[in-house]
Every structure is written in structure tokens, then in C-alpha cells.
T-cell receptor
Framework: AQKVTQAQTEISVVEKEDVTLDCVYE???????LFWYKQPPSGELVFLIR??????QNEISGRYSWNFQKSTSSFNFTITASQVVDSAVYFC?????????????FGKGTRLSVIA | DAMVIQNPRYQVTQFGKPVTLSCSQT?????MYWYQQKSSQAPKLLFH???????NEADTPDNFQSRRPNTSFCFLDIRSPGLGDAAMYLC???????????????FGPGTRLTVL
């Protein structure tokens, strides 16, 4: 069965600090996809990144970076030099590759508060 | 801009009074999803359409129905809303699996439903 665990329920940081959001997943499949979504107070889920299980290269996009490690089943997300606009709930999600469209399994989310 | 649109953004209904939420997309995606998200929880998939093929999650109550009259539109009908159905309802779309990036889900802004 699939499962995504985001152990950090809430994190508060001061602006310009770096922060890492943890994500640990469980799956029996060898082919799967991992995602991060941002949900600001407005409610919309904003897609940030997708990573497939065969690509363990870390990725950097501006202040955002992702560390995918299959050995520890983790897909952690780091925000460098955090800003107040980064305040949101962040969800990690997993999708297995099967025939048809397999639903996303979300973690419970981490609420990030960036204080000016 | 191609996008996922949900109307209305806020909906108030009375206990037991049927309500319909609407979702439209200009992405021309084959798959449309409906999620329910209660306060401080992860989104929970209710059902999805793969083209005209309807796929219901096993634990979705019969009170929730959906219609997809064409590729662009999908509706969520709640036949007899209860107080426990108050939540954010999120619509999402994705392309067919097998296309690079095809399984990424793109979300609309959500409709927040209040049941009085």
C-alpha cells in the first residue's frame, strides 16, 4: 500500500532562514512519481515539482531545491532564504505507475510560517 | 492562460438542500478529479473521470455524484448535504498517463462549501 508521511506538522522560521520540509514515502512499486504542492491561504494547490523513481538527481529551481533519496525513501524540500510569501501548507504526494490513472496519495501536509 | 476554473469560490447551502459545484478546464486534459479537503487535512479523492469513464473511490458516500457532459466541464452534485460535508472541494485535471508529465495533476482554486 502507498503511504506518505510528513512528520512536521508546523514549522516557523524567521525570514531569510533556510528550511527543509521532510517527506518519507512507502510503496511496493518500482515505478512511481513523487510530487510537491504548495497550498497558500487562498486554497489553490500549486504544483511545484514532479520526480519519477528512476531519476534521483537533485533539482534546484531558484530558492527551491529537492533531495530525492531512494535508499531512505525520502523526497525532502528545502527553501533557501525563506520569504513571507513562502508561508503556506506544503503537501508531498505519491502516485504509482499502473494502467489507467492512479490517484495521488497525499501526506498530511506541513504548515510553514515565515515571520518577517 | 490555460487553467482550471471552479465556480463558485464560496457556496453556502442549507442542511439537506442539493448543491452543485462546477469545474471547467481549458487544458484539454483527459482526466478530471474531485477532491474533498476538510480543515487541516490532506485532500481526499472522491472520484475521477478518465474521458467519459467514471471511477468512484470505494469510500465515497452515495450522497456525492458527478457528471461530465463534455471534456471541458465536470460537476459535483451533493444530493443532501450534511454538516459533515462542509469542506473545500478541489477540482484537478491531468493528461493521459504515458505522456511525459501526463500524470501531473493541476488544481483549480477550490470551492469552499458551508452547510447551515
Amino acid at each position: 500500500a502507498q503511504k506518505v508521511t510528513q512528520a512536521q506538522t508546523e514549522i516557523s522560521v524567521v525570514e531569510k532562514e533556510d528550511v527543509t520540509l521532510d517527506c518519507v514515502y512507502e510503496t511496493r512499486d518500482t515505478t512511481y512519481y513523487l510530487f510537491w504542492y504548495k497550498q497558500p491561504p487562498s486554497g489553490e494547490l500549486v504544483f511545484l515539482i514532479r520526480r519519477n523513481s528512476f531519476d534521483e538527481q537533485n533539482e534546484i529551481s531558484g530558492r527551491y531545491s529537492w533531495n530525492f533519496q531512494k535508499s531512505t525513501s525520502s523526497f525532502n524540500f528545502t527553501i533557501t532564504a525563506s520569504q513571507v510569501v513562502d508561508s503556506a501548507v506544503y503537501f508531498c504526494a505519491l502516485s504509482e505507475l499502473k494502467a489507467g490513472n492512479t490517484p495521488l496519495v497525499f501526506g498530511k501536509g506541513t504548515r510553514l510560517s515565515v515571520i518577517a | 492562460d490555460a487553467m482550471v476554473i471552479q465556480n463558485p469560490r464560496y457556496q453556502v447551502t442549507q442542511f439537506g438542500k442539493p448543491v452543485t459545484l462546477s469545474c471547467s478546464q481549458t487544458l484539454n486534459h483527459n482526466v478530471m478529479y474531485w477532491y474533498q479537503q476538510k480543515s487541516s487535512q490532506a485532500p481526499k479523492l472522491l472520484f475521477h473521470y478518465y474521458d467519459k469513464d467514471f471511477n468512484n473511490e470505494a469510500d465515497t458516500p452515495d450522497n456525492f455524484q458527478s457528471r461530465r457532459p463534455n471534456t471541458s466541464f465536470c460537476f459535483l452534485d451533493i444530493r443532501s448535504p450534511g454538516l459533515g460535508d462542509a469542506a473545500m472541494y478541489l477540482c484537478a485535471t491531468s493528461r493521459v498517463r504515458g505522456v511525459p508529465g501526463g500524470d501531473t495533476q493541476y488544481f483549480g482554486p477550490g470551492t469552499r462549501l458551508t452547510v447551515l
